[in-house]
């Protein structure tokens, strides 16, 4: 079975300064021809340890892609890296300097001598066409092993990979994988993991891996067989098996959103939508119309900060907030109702709570949120302790447990 590894060079990645995308879009790349991704790594600019990471990662995988460090700069030194492990030379081609002259020619601007280096390619490897940038791609193939070497840029490194790699390895793909994903919310990994027992044993097949972001649980589901009609029939008979065991903890499938499944469910009761959002800052608003096609049920959004805002905006009475606390479950019921109120909404939403990192006290923490989903016949509001982790995360937080708890409303 083919296997691959991802090297990304660069000292950019392991600063903090630059977050890796090629190698999350890679692996999805070759999750769809059946080729799984067992080894990933970020390496410095540095010639020993690009030689060394490919020495290792070719001793997991077949299959070896590398992205950064072909620019023409001193620190672009993944041709050298390649040349080291392979014990051979760098070797001059006039062909794509050529190439290159073009390419300045085209956008009327000069080329500089450092721009030849680009040119240079391990003995035994050949170009990958770059036609977005400057700096060729590096191929090389023997019996054991294909490296592919792209530029870091992620607009050049997609095109490359899709136009020259990914037909070449769509044909060494022997099984085929059909990748199923269940999301989930309202239990942690440790409950679900429990509640599903040896669904989630390694040796399995399909498959079943847990990724955690934000208390969503993504379930994912790796069914592999010679014939993909078979493939999908397992992965559908363990999804049909997990919905049995977890029922209402899911909220979607594949890449939809929690916001998204709550739209769905307003567009089709035919419903509308308000928010009023105070710890969130608008945050609920933002992920509802990222949703193409929103306006069809959501109507009003109030960020009501301040207390004063609170009253005049909504209509909250000030005697509440002076004898519960602008974080309070009375208060957010009645920011909740304000809002359906003013917006002659279906249903409102209502957040308010101390995302911090200052403001909490022993009686009321960081991280305390209250959140109230009013509807025709129903007003609920939930209190809720998200602890006094940093601030983005007990906003996304609350705006994925407000989300789904519409959703659940709306179920009834």
């Known amino acids: 079975m083919k296997k691959a590894a991802i090297i990304s060079v660069g000292n950019e990645l392991l600063n903090g300064n630059t977050v890796d995308t090629n190698s999350n879009w890679l692996e999805s790349r070759l999750l769809t021809i059946s080729i799984p991704v067992v080894y990933s790594c970020a390496i410095i600019d540095d010639i020993e340890e690009i030689k060394n990471a490919i020495e290792y990662a070719s001793r997991k995988a077949n299959i070896i892609l590398i992205t950064g460090g072909l620019g023409p700069t001193d620190d672009d030194i993944t041709r050298d890296g390649i040349a080291k492990f392979l014990n051979v030379e760098l070797e001059y081609h006039p062909e794509i300097f050529k190439k290159m002259e073009n390419f300045f020619l085209s956008i009327n601007r000069p080329l500089v001598e450092k721009n030849r280096i680009q040119a240079y390619l391990p003995v035994g490897a050949s170009e990958i066409e770059n036609d977005l940038g400057t700096a060729p791609g590096i191929f090389y193939q023997d019996d054991q092993k294909i490296i592919a070497s792209f530029p ?23 099984d085929n994988l059909v990748i199923k994903k269940i999301k989930c919310i309202g239990a942690g990994e440790s409950m679900i993991a429990e509640m599903i027992g040896d669904m989630m044993d390694r040796g399995r097949n399909p498959l079943i891996n847990c990724t955690v972001d934000h208390g969503i649980i993504t379930l994912h589901i790796i069914a592999r067989a ?41 567009a089709e009761k035919k419903k509308t939508l ?20 929103s306006s069809r049920y959501f109507t009003y959004g109030w960020i009501t ?17 002076e004898q519960f606390g602008a974080v309070s479950s009375e208060v957010a019921t009645a920011m909740a109702i304000g809002a359906r109120k003013k917006a ?14 200052e403001g909490g006290t022993e009686q009321k923490p960081v991280g305390l949120v209250y959140i109230s989903i009013v509807g025709p016949n129903s007003v609920k509001t939930e209190k809720f302790l998200f602890g006094s982790r940093n601030r983005d995360f007990i906003r996304l937080r609350t705006c994925q447990v407000a989300l789904n708890l519409l959703r659940l409303n709306l179920s009834i």
């Open 152 to 174: 870091g840029v992620p607009s050049e490194m997609k095109q490359m990979f899709d136009k020259s790699i990914f037909p070449k390895l769509q044909s060494l793909s022997a």
């Open 226 to 266: 010679k014939d993909r009609k078979i493939a999908e029939d397992m992965a559908v008979k363990d999804t049909e098996k997990l919905q049995h065991i977890l029922g209402p903890l899911i909220f979607g499938y594949d890449n939809q959103t929690i916001a998204e499944v709550a739209g769905q469910k307003l």
């Open 274 to 293: 308000a928010t009023a959002e105070s710890c969130t800052g608008g945050q609920i608003s933002k992920m509802i119309t990222d949703v193409p096609g």
């Open 305 to 321: 900060y301040s207390n004063e805002a609170k009253i005049s905006q909504l209509g909250v009475d000030k005697k509440l907030i």
């Open 344 to 357: 002659g909404s279906d249903y409102a939403i209502a957040v308010t709570g101390i995302a911090g990192p």
